[in-house]
Nanobody, 124 residues
Framework: QVQLVESGGGLVQAGGSLRLSCAAS????????MGWFRQAPGKERDLVAG????????YYADSVKGRFTISRDNAKNTVYLQMNSLKPEDTAVYYC?????????????????WGQGTQVTVSS
């Protein structure tokens, strides 16, 4: 019903930047709200940033505020995560997710569709 395809992960030096992209296909109502999660080894999958359909509301985890920016281009059915000033603790598998609800949510269980995950590694 919905497919999410991620790109942009990789290896970067601390202080550098990466831009993740997630292209969505399927029912429009299924991607009203989109988010980026990350999961490091031995840790829970946590929401990094979320965005509503219009882009008028966004959410950022405290750990990334001021460094990461989530955006979306609905004409391209794509959501982006611009990651600046990367730190080694940002190293994780990053997942794109979407939900068929116009409200922001922070719990993984509130998102019904997921990408395959892309590895982001930040070296010190």
């Amino acid at each position: 019903q919905v497919q999410l395809v991620e790109s942009g992960g990789g290896l970067v030096q601390a202080g550098g930047s990466l831009r993740l992209s997630c292209a969505a296909s399927g029912r429009n109502f299924s991607w009203l709200t989109m988010g980026w999660f990350r999961q490091a080894p031995g840790k829970e999958r946590d929401l990094v940033a979320g965005i509503t359909y219009s882009g008028s509301r966004t959410y950022y985890a405290d750990s990334v505020k001021g460094r990461f920016t989530i955006s979306r281009d609905n004409a391209k059915n794509t959501v982006y995560l611009q990651m600046n000033s990367l730190k080694p603790e940002d190293t994780a598998v990053y997942y794109c997710a979407c939900r068929s609800n116009s409200l922001l949510a922070t719990m993984a269980e509130d998102y019904g569709y997921w990408g395959q995950g892309t590895q982001v590694t930040v070296s010190s």
